[in-house]
């Protein structure tokens, strides 16, 4: 099997140490770090989010394969931030101020990753200024926010007004989550999108940047 | 009458199916092999870390009314004051698993141990569900060792955060119960810390005290859809 084919695969099974291991293989065998990168782990990741998606697999199996795909990275990022290899985008992430709920914020901050995507985790109980800085000291091109309770949703919208006050909200984009979040509210606060879940949070970041 | 309960971490671990429930894993479909040592791990922290602790406090009717109304940001009509005019007893109540399991749950995830810190994370918030289920139980222990029919003493509890009652209610009901006592906390945002900490209204009745029919214009954005569940557990 291809050394590509085989990191995919492993990465799948959620194998860690295999994935470590073809990863210094393909590295062995000349293999640029860039298609490593896309046709191993990114390749890998990809079938695993669409299973995923289409409700083959539970979350847990994810989270399996994006632990493998760390360890996997863990031995070529060297070699990619050498080849000044671009990922897909910067994501700017966080829970909103006065909200210390971070799960689901952590696995759109894992699923973002294994889709390809450059994530800034700013952590839990995030002010809404925070957020606008981190983005634009980054050259983030979006900012997810997300919110476990109705008296911290209201947050977001200072965001999305901190942004407009920089007359920055054309170049950085919003997405909004979270349990008591709809795309109406989205709307509502003018955010730019909204995502279900953290699988979806994929799908509307790639949408919101034009990337298939 | 004001009880300070405590429980062994095993008495507060959740039923397995509960956790794979959370996961979507429900009708007998198994646990997928390559997850199980992961979800073993989880538990075992949640037994080693866990202080499960509860506080049950005497409510008299007369006061719930004006603890509800919090700070006049629910529904405008809920099912909760109804089910409290028919009840037989009621009590205010707060649980938490304890702080060192969150601690650890984070700390895995820095440690991109995510499978396991993600499974810790469900077991635990499946478990301060069940501290509540432990103290209605406690509640009715209770209602019928002071003279109240076993017919009459189903307890469920009800919490700022559903049924239309708003999460700012928290403010009011902390007021009234101070929960500090057991280490739970309430920031300006109304969320507890501890984060695996429940708390709300015991109310105890018949099971016909607990029926409503869910079609409240909030009940179309709920995502939990629990009340079918709970109604029916009480009526067994």
């Known amino acids: 099997m291809d050394p590509m084919e085989s990191l995919a695969a492993a990465l799948q099974r959620g194998d860690d140490a295999a994935v470590r291991e073809h990863t210094r293989e393909a590295i062995g065998l000349g293999r640029a770090p860039a298609a490593i990168l896309n046709q191993g782990l990114l390749a890998g990741m990809g079938v ?39 990922m897909l ?36 109980d995030v002010p809404p200024e925070r957020f606008v800085d981190a983005a634009v000291e980054a050259g983030a091109s979006v900012i997810g926010m997300s919110a476990l309770l109705t008296t911290t949703m209201v947050g977001m919208k200072e965001v999305v007004a901190t942004l407009e006050a920089r007359r920055c909200r054309g170049q950085i984009k919003t997405i909004v989550g979270g349990a008591p979040v709809s795309a109406e509210f ?27 | ?25 429900t009708d007998g479909a198994s646990l997928p092999a390559r997850v199980r040592p992961a979800l073993d791990s989880a538990f075992g922290l949640f037994e080693e870390l866990a202080a499960p602790v509860g506080l049950v406090e005497d409510l008299a009717p007369g006061e719930f009314p004006a603890i509800y109304e919090g700070e006049g940001a629910n529904a405008p009509n809920t099912p909760l004051p109804e089910i409290v005019e028919r009840a037989a007893g009621l009590a205010l109540y707060a649980a938490t698993v304890g702080d060192a399991v969150g601690r650890r749950i984070g700390e895995l995830f820095t440690e991109q141990e995510v499978v396991v810190g993600y499974l810790l994370d469900a077991v635990a918030s499946a478990a301060a569900d069940r501290l509540s289920d432990l103290l209605a139980e406690h509640f009715s222990d209770r209602l019928v060792a002071g003279g109240v029919d076993p017919d009459r003493a189903k307890v469920l509890p009800y919490s700022p955060g559903y049924c239309g009652w708003e999460v700012s209610g928290q403010r009011r009901l902390f007021a009234r119960l101070r929960p500090e006592e057991i280490g739970i906390h309430l920031n300006p945002s109304c969320l507890m810390t501890p984060l695996k900490s429940v708390s709300g209204v015991l109310v105890g009745g018949t099971a016909d005290t607990h029926r409503f029919r869910p079609d409240f214009p909030f009940c179309a954005a709920c995502v939990t859809r629990e009340c079918g569940r709970r109604m029916a557990a009480v009526r067994r």
């Open chain 1, 186 to 212: 989205a709307r509502e606060i003018g955010a730019d999108d909204y995502a279900f879940d953290a699988a979806s949070a994929v799908t509307r970041v790639k949408a919101l940047l034009g990337v298939a």
């Open chain 2, 1 to 25: 009458m004001r009880e300070v309960v405590r429980f062994p971490a095993a008495e507060a671990r959740p039923p397995e199916e509960e956790v794979l429930r959370l996961q979507g894993i």
């Open chain 1, 48 to 86: 695993v989010g669409e299973q995923f998606r289409t409700h083959q697999i539970f979350l847990p199996e994810v989270l399996l394969a994006a632990r493998a795909m760390y360890a996997g990275l863990d031995v070529l990022q060297p070699l990619l931030e050498r080849d000044n290899v671009p």
């Open chain 1, 89 to 124: 985008g910067k994501v700017v992430i966080g829970t909103i101020r006065g909200d210390l709920h971070d799960i689901g914020k952590n696995l759109v901050g894992i699923m973002l990753r294994g889709a390809g995507f450059e994530v800034i985790d700013l952590g839990k």
